[in-house]
């Protein structure tokens, strides 16, 4: 069981926009701005796309945004285009997993109709 | 800016194992530097961290006591060394960098990774 909790699966439409939640608690992503996410595709390597809550690093499309209220935050991808169709994760920096620093949410398929 | 990992393959429950990432393109010795695992159709799971210096690390919970994370910034090379290896440790292993530095230790961020070297421990 992962520590932070993602839907198993989203889909959406080409050019609709789609929500990925990802909820933790107070001692990760409700504590700090170290939220990042990541896109997988099969047999990849992860790829940053958000970083601290609502940063996107240099490269990566404005359809793609974050966003944090709470516990909870989230990833919104807007205009979906079929390379969108992907596994996506969602990190936090933690301070209650004793020696474990960083923790994942358990992923969330996207499917592009 | 290139992330390299080796040293994976098949080994038995209990043995030793010692994986290397060759860092290119940046300056390794500026950046910390982590170890991130996938196990086989399973999500993402951090494994360990160290600082630019390598100075400090730290060591997630599920391999502390095991696994040992060091670096040589002479050789632009991070090193995971893992010890009493078990089936649940089988997985495809990741280093990433981190922004942290000088400056900053940690930004708990992920901005490059490698391609990833798998580890089957089957006996």
């Known amino acids: 069981q992962s520590a932070l909790t993602q839907p198993a699966s989203v889909s959406g439409s080409p050019g609709q926009s789609i929500t990925i939640s990802c909820t933790g608690t107070?001692?990760?992503?409700?504590?700090?701005?170290?939220v990042s996410w990541f896109q997988q595709h099969p047999g990849k390597a992860p790829r940053l796309m958000i970083y601290?809550?609502?940063n996107r690093p240099s490269g990566v499309s404005h359809r793609f945004s974050g966003s944090k209220s709470g516990n909870t935050a989230s990833l919104t991808i807007s205009g979906l285009q079929a390379e969108d169709e992907a596994d996506y994760y969602c990190?936090?920096?933690?301070?209650?997993?004793?020696?474990?620093?960083?923790?994942f949410g358990g992923g969330t398929k996207l499917t592009v109709l | 800016v290139q992330l390299v990992e080796s040293g994976g393959g098949v080994v038995q429950p209990g043995r030793s194992q010692r994986l290397s990432c060759a860092a290119s393109?940046?300056?390794?010795?500026?950046?910390?530097m982590h170890w991130v695992r996938q196990a086989p159709g399973k999500g993402l799971e951090w494994v360990a961290v160290?600082?630019?210096?390598?100075?400090?690390?730290y060591i997630g919970e599920s391999v502390k006591g095991r696994f040992a994370i060091s670096r040589d910034n002479s050789k632009n090379t991070l090193y995971l060394q893992m010890n009493s290896l078990r089936y649940e440790d089988t997985a495809v292993y990741y280093c990433?960098?981190?922004?942290?530095?000088?400056?900053?230790?940690?930004?708990?961020?992920?901005?490059?990774w490698g391609r990833g070297t798998r580890v089957t421990v089957s006996s």
């Open positions: 990433a960098r981190d922004q942290g530095g000088s400056a900053a230790d940690y930004f708990w961020y992920f901005d490059v």
């Open positions: 393109g940046f300056t390794f010795g500026s950046y910390a």
């Open positions: 160290i600082s630019y210096d390598g100075n400090n690390n």
């Open positions: 107070s001692s990760d992503i409700g504590g700090y701005n170290y």
């Open positions: 601290d809550v609502g």
């Open positions: 990190s936090s920096y933690t301070s209650y997993i004793r020696s474990t620093l960083v923790v």
